[in-house]
């Protein structure tokens, strides 16, 4: 995200260890997301000034991403390194079920696809995007999701896609057909996880 964040950023509690083991998946996700965005790892091309100055000052992982782009007819083409795009994926995705819904996962989930929303066909998208509003599987009470229920009459409602940062981070959780997070970042790449 970016500075200034926002005011009730959202923080889940964590050792200092399992937080900083993730720091280094962390900046390649967020420099990775950043060049395939503006099509460029040249730091003077990119939109957020932190991460040209992280590409500026780590000139192995600048040579990473420029060894991951490949020009192709269509553009270019960006070999990503899977695995740590999902062990941060997987990191935010176990945070939003512990925070959200008072329900920490901490197996493998069942499913977890990471897809670049362009990539989406029409019909994936709006799956994607669009669930059904209604609450069949009822929050823990004082869980921050139980906060977000709306009941109009004898109906409720859940919030769909909570917006941390515009542009940058959205998420929104589900325990209506299994535990699933959804995430998108930068309005470019969306997750989806989730627990049976």
Same mark, same amino acid.
């Given at each position: 995200?970016?500075?200034?964040?926002?005011?009730?950023?959202?923080?889940?509690?964590?050792?200092?260890?399992?937080?900083?083991?993730?720091?280094?998946?962390?900046?390649?996700?967020? &420099?990775?997301?950043?060049? +395939?965005? @503006?099509?460029?790892?040249?730091?003077?091309?990119?939109?957020?000034? *932190?991460? =040209? !100055?992280?590409?500026?000052?780590?000139?192995?992982?600048?040579?990473?991403?420029?060894?991951?782009?490949?020009? &192709?007819?269509?553009?270019? +083409?960006? @070999?990503?390194?899977?695995?740590?795009?999902?062990?941060?994926?997987? *990191?935010? =995705? !176990?945070?939003?079920?512990?925070?959200?819904?008072?329900?920490?996962?901490?197996?493998?989930?069942?499913?977890?696809?990471?897809?670049?929303?362009?990539?989406?066909?029409?019909?994936?998208?709006?799956?994607?995007?669009?669930?059904?509003? =209604?609450?069949?599987?009822?929050?823990?009470?004082?869980?921050?999701?139980?906060?977000?229920?709306?009941?109009?009459?004898?109906?409720?409602?859940?919030?769909?896609?909570?917006?941390?940062?515009?542009?940058?981070?959205?998420?929104?959780?589900?325990?209506?057909?299994?535990?699933?997070?959804?995430?998108?970042?930068?309005?470019?790449?969306?997750?989806?996880?989730?627990?049976?």
């Amino acid at each position: 995200m970016d500075e200034p964040y926002p005011a009730n950023l959202m923080a889940a509690s964590a050792c200092r260890q399992c937080n900083n083991d993730f720091s280094i998946d962390e900046e390649y996700l967020a &420099c990775l997301l950043e060049c +395939v965005i @503006a099509g460029s790892t040249t730091p003077e091309q990119l939109h957020r000034p *932190k991460i =040209a !100055r992280i590409l500026r000052g780590n000139s192995s992982l600048l040579a990473r991403l420029q060894r991951a782009r490949m020009d &192709c007819a269509e553009g270019p +083409v960006w @070999a990503a390194e899977n695995d740590r795009v999902s062990r941060v994926v997987l *990191k935010l =995705a !176990r945070c939003h079920a512990a925070f959200e819904l008072n329900e920490p996962q901490l197996h493998d989930p069942s499913h977890l696809e990471i897809k670049p929303l362009p990539l989406m066909t029409e019909d994936e998208r709006e799956a994607f995007e669009c669930d059904d509003d =209604a609450l069949d599987v009822w929050p823990e009470v004082g869980s921050r999701a139980m906060q977000r229920v709306l009941v109009a009459g004898t109906d409720a409602f859940v919030e769909r896609w909570v917006t941390v940062q515009e542009g940058n981070y959205r998420f929104r959780t589900s325990q209506a057909n299994g535990l699933t997070v959804k995430i998108v970042l930068r309005e470019y790449l969306g997750c989806e996880i989730i627990w049976d």
